[in-house]
Structures are given as C-alpha cells and as structure tokens.
C-alpha cells in the first residue's frame, strides 16, 4: 500500500468515527436554525475582533469583555449551539491527536542541526 493509499484510508477512518459523525449532525442542526447559527456567528465575530485587538497590543475595554462574557453565556444556554460548539471541539482535538502523531513520526526530519550556520572560529 503506498503512501496516498493510507492517506485516503485515513481519511475514510476519519469520516467514519463517532466524532465525524456527531460534528456533521451538530453542524446540520446549526444550519437548520437560523437563529442559532446567526447567534454563533455574531459571537464568533466579536470573538475575533476582541482577540485581534488584544494581539494588536490594544486596551480592550472593561464592557467589552462583559460584552463579550454575556454573549458566550447566551449561546451556552441555547442547546443547538451549545452541542455544536462541544462536537466542533471533540472534532477538533481528534485532528489535533492526529496531527501529532504523524508530527512526531517526522520529527527526526523537522530537528535543526545547531551546526549549521556558525561561522568557523
């Protein structure tokens, strides 16, 4: 089996568990509720906004923290986003495990030799 064979494999695995598949239902439900997913993405662009402003070295105002704190309670107490936001994590770590792995199997290749580049003295 090559290389692009186990690619695929894993790619049909990964469509194939639990967490795949509860993400997909979540993600369907969250289209199927307007409100809900309008919910989401107003959260999710004040949520950049307010990161982006503090990696810009901005001072974020006090209201817009509680702001910010309100708006990620509200969305917790509506059951679709909230089962959404759970299956998109659960998802998320599994290709964060995934992407490790295979990370740490290359990691003999990514180590830079502390040789290379100095000057001879």
Do not use: C, W
Request: net charge negative.
């Amino acid at each position: 089996m090559n290389i692009y064979d186990h690619a695929h494999a894993l790619a049909k695995a990964i469509k194939a568990s639990p967490d795949y598949k509860n993400f997909r239902k979540a993600k369907e439900n969250l289209e199927g509720d307007s409100s809900a997913k309008e919910m989401l993405t107003d959260f999710r662009k004040q949520q950049f906004e307010h990161q982006k402003q503090k990696l810009s070295g901005l001072e974020v105002a006090p209201e817009q923290e509680e702001r910010l704190n309100r708006l990620l309670e509200v969305i917790h107490l509506n059951k679709t986003v909230k089962e959404y936001l759970e299956a998109e994590y659960r998802f998320s770590v599994m290709l964060a495990d995934i992407q490790k792995i295979i990370g740490e199997a290359m990691e003999d290749l990514m180590e830079v030799d502390p040789q290379v580049g100095q000057e001879e003295g």
